[in-house]
């Protein structure tokens, strides 16, 4: 067995205006910054000065106060930051960066190409359902199994999924029910598109 080691790198970052960055600059990163620019009179924002012109200077050429206005322009910065990072927090706070194998095979070499299987959980004593075959009819969770030539809708609960198999928490469905994986009515003459609940024992 190889031994993997996982590197993770966090993707935010943090931003401080300061009375030397140009007006054209922070607008560029954050064009929510416009409304603030707006309320303290700083209409120009498009104009060739603001190109090269530190903030700290346009204020002063406007008779504004450059704290006050660094402090609702970071304010705001500091609102934006963390909306974003909630953002990121909700899909994956963290990111893949790298993974070191250490006591490396002879035939892995440099430059190789590789899929990676990372076991997060484990399940035992569990009946699993294919994923694709769960439905939602009046707000319920529901598959269809085979019953007597028609679909026959079966609620069930679940509990941890991944793209291929769902965890049954709580349904009638039994071990060698056979599932209809895309039902469109009536059941085909043809025996295709069925699968059965796997239980997964110790």
């Known amino acids: 067995m190889q031994k993997v080691k996982i590197t993770m790198s966090d993707n935010t970052t ?5 009375g030397d960055m140009n007006i054209q600059e922070i607008v560029s990163k954050y064009p929510q910054t416009l409304g ?4 303290y009179g ?33 304010d705001l910065i500091t609102k934006i930051e963390a ?3 909630q953002e990121i927090m909700e899909v994956e706070d963290n990111y ?6 250490t006591d490396a095979d ?25 994923s694709r075959s769960v439905r939602t009819l009046e707000g319920r969770r529901i598959v269809y199994i085979a019953q007597n030539g028609q679909l026959t809708p079966i609620d069930v609960i679940l509990g941890k999924s991944s793209d291929t198999y769902s965890q049954v928490l709580e349904s009638t469905l039994l071990p060698g029910d056979e599932i209809v994986l895309n039902p469109s009515g009536n059941l085909p003459e043809r025996r295709t598109g069925f699968e059965h609940p796997s239980f997964i024992g110790d």
């Not at 504004?64 to 660094?70: F, Q, R, S, T, V």
Request: charged content about 20%.
């Open 14 to 18: 943090t931003t401080t205006i300061t």
């Open 106 to 130: 002879e035939q892995i070499k440099p430059g190789m190409t590789s899929s990676v299987t990372f076991v997060v959980d484990e399940l035992a004593n569990v009946l699993l359902v294919p």
């Open 83 to 85: 909306e974003k990072e």
């Open 96 to 101: 893949l960066d790298a993974v070191e194998i």
């Open 42 to 74: 700083l209409g120009c924002i498009g104009c060739h000065a603001s190109s090269y012109e530190s903030l700290a200077e346009g204020v002063m050429m406007h008779g504004i106060d450059l704290d006050a206005i660094l402090k609702d322009l970071n």
């Open 36 to 39: 603030v620019f707006f309320q």
